[in-house]
């Protein structure tokens, strides 16, 4: 099958302009895909400052609960001092 194939002027304008819309479809895809990666870039850099923010409040509440874990111990060790009183008593 030798066949010769001739590309006249007219050809040659219709594949430049297939050319043409196939490029511009694949640029739109394109840039839908880079507008995503850049919101998902975006998440997660707002993903880690709020993190950093929970990792903070959570020092600060930990702090806080110790010190009431103390103070309800302490609190126990006072009942149970009472109770061995109260226990002599009876």
Excluded at 9 to 15: A, D, G, V
Excluded at 35 to 53: D, P
Excluded at 68 to 78: N, P, R, S, V, Y
């Amino acid at each position: 099958m030798r066949r010769r194939v001739w590309v006249t002027p007219k050809s040659y304008l219709s594949y430049l302009n297939l050319y043409i819309k196939y490029y511009s479809i694949k640029y739109k895809e394109l840039d839908e895909q880079e507008k995503s990666f850049k919101k998902g870039l975006n998440k997660i850099k707002e993903a880690a400052v709020s993190i950093a923010e929970m990792e903070s409040q959570l020092k600060t509440e930990e702090a806080v609960l110790k010190e009431a874990a103390e103070t309800t111990d302490a609190m126990l060790k006072d009942l149970d001092k009472e109770r061995a009183k109260v226990s002599k008593k009876q």
